[in-house]
C-alpha cells in the first residue's frame, strides 16, 4: 500500500470513527485522558531512551522539560472536564424567557495534530490532550527529526489509546502536505513560520481552521534595577535548557550599557556554577543545525566568546556569547535556536521598548530591572506572552495562555482555553411548541409599539 493510501485510510476512519460519537461523552474523554496518562508514566524510560537518542537531553531534562507538564495538563483536564462541558446558559430577552437558550461545546471533528522535533513529545501530545477534552478524533504527525520518539509515539501509543481515538502517521514534508489535502475540523500546527505558511494555504484551500504555534526572536532585556547576576543565571539557564532549542528561549539580549560587563562576567560565573568547570551542555539536534549555528559565528560582526570547543562530529556546540552586537547583525535576522545569546545595548527604557516593537511580534519578551521598567515593557510591547525578572517559567503555569501573537502565532492553548479551542460554542435555542402569541411580534403586520426597539 504506497503511503497515499495509507493516510487516506487513516483518514476515513479516524473520521468515521468520529461521527460514530466514539469520544462524546464525559466518560468516554475520561477514559481517554486516563489511558494518555497511563501511556506516560508507563513508557517514562522508553521516553527518556527516545529523546536522548534524538536530541542528546539527559534524563532529568528529559522529564523536567517533556514528561512533567503532561501530567499538569492531564490532571488538571482529568479533574475540570465535567465543569468545562456543562452547557452554559445566558441572559436572554423577556420574550425568550419561557424557552431553553444555551451555548453547548460540540466537538469540530477529527483533528490534524503536526509536531515539531524540539520536544517531540510533549508537543505531540499536548494538543493531544485538548483535542481529547473536547472530544474530537486525532491525527498526529510527529517530527521525522525526531525519529526515535515518533516510533515510540507510533508503537506504543496504541497499547493505551485506540487507533480510533489517536492515530499516528510517521512521515515528513510530504506526508503532511498530503495530510494537509484532506479536511478537518482544525489543523493544529507547532513549528517554523515557513512551514506555518505551507499549513495556512493548504488550510485555505478545505476552508479549515488552523492554530499556528510558531517561533521568532525572543527579545530579553536587562535594564536599570536590574539585578544583574540573578538576571544572568535565569537568562543563561534559559538560554541553554535544550541547547538553545526552545520556542520560548531568550534569542538575544538587550542590556544597559552600563550593566554589561557585569552581566558578561555573571553569565560567565552561572556557566560554571549550572554546568561545571567544562560548561559541558547538550548537543544539538542535527548536522544541518551545527553547520548553520557555525556559519552564523562567520560571518557576525560581533566579538565571539565560547565556553568550550565546538566539534562537528559529536553536534557539540558550546555556550556561546556574542557582544558589540548591532541590529542589522547576521545574528539579528532570524530565530537562532541555538546556544548562541548575541547581546545589543540600548541606553534606556525607551530605546529598548522601540527596538523590540520594531521586530515582529515575538513569541515571548523577558524583563529584568525596576518595578517601573518591567512594568512599562509588559504594558507597551506585543507578545504572546512577557515574564518580569525570569525567562521561560511561564510555560509551568498550566492555566496560562500558551501561543504567539502576530508573526509568532495564532491561537493560545492549554488548559481551559485548549478544550475551547477544539470545541465549537453552538448556540441552541429550544423553544416553546406552543403560546406563539409570545413572540407573534414578530409576524405582519408589524406594529411599532410592539417591536423591542
Ligand atoms: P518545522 O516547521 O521545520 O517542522 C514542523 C513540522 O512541519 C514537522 O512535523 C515537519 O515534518 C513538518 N514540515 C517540515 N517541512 C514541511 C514542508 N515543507 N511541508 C509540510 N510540512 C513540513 O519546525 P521544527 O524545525 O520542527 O521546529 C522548530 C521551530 O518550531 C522553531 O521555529 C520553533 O520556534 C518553533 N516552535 C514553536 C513552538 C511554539 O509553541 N510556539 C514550540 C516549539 C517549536
Redesign the pocket.
Known amino acids: 500500500m504506497s503511503t497515499s493510501k495509507t493516510i487516506l485510510k487513516a483518514h476515513r476512519e479516524i473520521t468515521e470513527s468520529f461521527h460514530s460519537g466514539i469520544n462524546r461523552t464525559l466518560q468516554a474523554r475520561l477514559n481517554n485522558l486516563r489511558a494518555l496518562k497511563r501511556f506516560v508514566q508507563d513508557c517514562e524510560p522508553a521516553m527518556c531512551r527516545a529523546l536522548y537518542e534524538d536530541t542528546g537531553r539527559d534524563y532529568l531534562q528529559a522529564i523536567q522539560l517533556e514528561l512533567a507538564i503532561m501530567f499538569v495538563d492531564l490532571d488538571d483536564a482529568i479533574a475540570n472536564l465535567a465543569s468545562w462541558m456543562k452547557p452554559r446558559s445566558l441572559a436572554v430577552p423577556w420574550t425568550f424567557s419561557m424557552d431553553q437558550c444555551r451555548v453547548i461545546s460540540q466537538p469540530l471533528g477529527p483533528v490534524l495534530v503536526?509536531?515539531?522535533?524540539?520536544?517531540p513529545i510533549l508537543?505531540a501530545l499536548l494538543p493531544v490532550i485538548g483535542a481529547l477534552t473536547a472530544g474530537n478524533t486525532v491525527l498526529l504527525?510527529?517530527?521525522?527529526?525526531a525519529p526515535a520518539s515518533t516510533r515510540v509515539l507510533a508503537s506504543l501509543l496504541p497499547q493505551y489509546l485506540s487507533e480510533n481515538v489517536v492515530r499516528v502517521i510517521p512521515g515528513?514534508?510530504r506526508e503532511?502536505?498530503e495530510l494537509?489535502s484532506l479536511s478537518y475540523g482544525r489543523i493544529f500546527?507547532?513549528?517554523?513560520?515557513?512551514?506555518?505558511k505551507?499549513?495556512l494555504r493548504a488550510a485555505a484551500e478545505t476552508m479549515t481552521p488552523t492554530s499556528l504555534?510558531?517561533?521568532?526572536k525572543c527579545p530579553t532585556i536587562v535594564g536599570p534595577g536590574a539585578n544583574v547576576p540573578v538576571a544572568a543565571k535565569r537568562i543563561i539557564w534559559g538560554k541553554l535548557a535544550n541547547a538553545g532549542q526552545t520556542?520560548l528561549a531568550p534569542d538575544y539580549v538587550l542590556c544597559h550599557p552600563d550593566l554589561q560587563e557585569e552581566f558578561v562576567e555573571s553569565v560567565k560565573k552561572a556557566l560554571v556554577e549550572l554546568y561545571g568547570p567544562s560548561r559541558k551542555i547538550q548537543r544539538v539536534v542535527s548536522e544541518k543545525h551545527w553547520v548553520r549555528l557555525n556559519s552564523l559565528l562567520d560571518t557576525t560582526a560581533g566579538n565571539i566568546w565560547q565556553g568550550g570547543k565546538p566539534d562537528k562530529d559529536s553536534l557539540y556546540f558550546p555556550p556561546t556569547l556574542v557582544t558589540g552586537v548591532e541590529a542589522d547583525d547576521v545574528l539579528m535576522q532570524d530565530?537562532i535556536?541555538g546556544p548562541i545569546l548575541p547581546i545589543l545595548t540600548t541606553p534606556d527604557w525607551d530605546s529598548a521598548i522601540a527596538f523590540v516593537n520594531s521586530c515582529p511580534a515575538p513569541?515571548s519578551t523577558y524583563v529584568f530591572g525596576s518595578s517601573e521598567g518591567v512594568r512599562r515593557v509588559i504594558d507597551d510591547t506585543m507578545s504572546g506572552s512577557c515574564i518580569g525578572n525570569d525567562v521561560v517559567l511561564q510555560m509551568a503555569v498550566n492555566n496560562f495562555p500558551?501561543?504567539?501573537v502576530g508573526a509568532?502565532?495564532m491561537d493560545m492553548y492549554r488548559g481551559h482555553l485548549s478544550f475551547k479551542l477544539f470545541s465549537h460554542e453552538k448556540s441552541v435555542m429550544h423553544r416553546f411548541r406552543g403560546l406563539d402569541w409570545i413572540s407573534s411580534f414578530r409576524y405582519p403586520p408589524l406594529n411599532i409599539r410592539r417591536l423591542q426597539y
Request: hydrophobic content about 40%; glycine content about 22%; overall charge negative.
Open positions: 503536526i509536531a515539531p522535533w524540539n520536544y508537543l504527525k510527529p517530527s521525522e527529526v515528513g514534508p503532511t502536505q494537509l500546527f507547532t513549528g517554523g513560520p515557513a512551514v506555518g505551507i499549513v504555534e510558531l517561533g521568532g520556542c530565530e535556536f513569541l500558551f501561543g504567539g509568532s502565532g
